[in-house]
């Protein structure tokens, strides 16, 4: 099963020329309408403020006319709540990551991340121009929603932790926190043993040895969280999350009453969030970055090739097994490997053309 025009560019839903020009311009004769947005992002973290700025941008497309408000997690419910509150039309929106929602149907994890696979970029073409707009369309949809991703970020920072690590032996014997289900199956495949932190409760619980190591995502939010202060080592890096993907999930029933201009601002706004923040994350991180290694002392270990071979080749079984007996999963996962055929013959052929080197100072 594949996603209904995956591999279509023309048809994959994103905004062309002639819809662009149909966004409102101030037309008066369109109505005033004002939504809420939920989150599962609390008011201050790095998230949540794409989630603001996707809402900016709807409001300055239409001339202030679409204003939809934003409340941080827990203000209108809790982040587990927020998916049926938008599913049922209790608000309009809610900004999320799909993981959250792999309880329902683990295919929305693929659709947030990926384990040694999907970098940002792959994400970015693949959403784009590689048909993957209709999977989140096409999942979402089964549960009386459609769905923009807003934000794309690249792999997260790795694992914090306590102590070093070096090795898949040396994980074996520690408490880590890491997210995602599919994560979970490949870490306890590799004998590692994996608890459950919420983010807010992350540094307390590295600070008092609740947990020896830990993740929460890129660089720049784990600086937001001030995790070096707690654990100064760095595993670099995140095998269990190469890439990331936060989009708005929209109630059906409210985007259909929404006359097209407005249809048309809202993908405008995903569309110019999601650019701006693909680089706006990785310049963060490239700050936060020095900041930790230069400033707070962190320390990065790596582990040796032989360990990354068999994590990978873990992965991948996870990934198989579940898309041999989940009808969704299997239509994202297939959508995505076909995204990795296409593109892979010329990315091989870049090399450290593509996707980017660092020169060697020893070689001057």
């Not at 040694?116 to 121009?129: E, L, P, V």
């Not at 790795?158 to 090795?167: A, E, Q």
């Not at 190469?242 to 601002?265: C, F, H, R, T």
Request: hydrophobic fraction near 35%; charged fraction near 20%.
């Amino acid at each position: 099963m594949r996603c209904s025009r995956c591999g279509n560019a023309a048809d994959s839903g994103m905004m062309d020329a002639a819809n662009a020009n149909a966004v409102a311009g101030g037309s008066s004769d369109l109505p005033v309408i004002t939504w809420k947005m939920g989150s599962t992002w609390g008011d201050g973290n790095i998230h949540f403020t794409c989630d603001e700025r996707f809402s900016e941008l709807v409001s300055q497309l239409t001339d202030g006319r679409f204003t939809i408000t934003n409340y941080p997690e827990g203000s209108l419910c809790a982040a587990n709540q927020l998916f049926d509150y938008v599913q049922n039309g209790t608000i309009q929106c809610g900004g999320d990551w799909g993981g959250y929602w792999s309880g329902k149907d683990t295919a929305f994890e693929l659709l947030s991340t990926t384990m040694d696979n999907f970098t940002g970029m792959d994400y970015y073409i693949w959403i784009t121009q590689g048909g993957g707009l209709q999977c989140y369309q096409d999942m979402y949809g089964k549960y009386n929603m459609t769905y923009f991703p807003i934000m794309i970020n690249h792999a997260e920072s790795g694992i914090r932790s306590t102590k070093p690590i070096t090795s898949i032996k040396d994980m074996q014997s520690m408490k880590i926190r890491l997210g995602g289900v599919m994560a979970g199956r490949a870490a306890e495949k590799l004998g590692i043993n994996i608890t459950t932190v919420a983010a807010s409760e992350l540094y307390e619980s590295l600070q008092r040895g609740v947990i020896d190591g830990g993740e929460f995502s890129t660089p720049c939010s784990d600086d937001s969280l001030k995790l070096q202060e707690v654990a100064k080592y760095w595993c670099s890096p995140a095998w269990y999350q190469s890439g990331g993907v936060n989009g708005v999930m929209i109630n059906k029933d409210a985007w259909n009453e929404l006359p097209e201009e407005y249809q048309n601002a809202i993908q405008m706004a995903a569309e110019i969030c999601t650019s701006e923040q693909l680089s706006r994350y990785l310049w963060m991180d490239f700050d936060s970055t020095k900041k930790m290694l230069e400033e707070d002392g962190c320390i990065v270990t790596k582990m040796n090739q032989d360990d990354w071979n068999t994590i990978r080749e873990t992965c991948r079984q996870v990934y198989e097994e579940e898309a041999a007996k989940n009808e969704n999963f299997n239509m994202v996962y297939s959508s995505m490997q076909d995204y990795r055929e296409h593109a892979d013959t010329y990315r091989a052929m870049l090399g450290d053309y593509g996707w980017g080197f660092n020169y060697d100072e020893s070689e001057k």
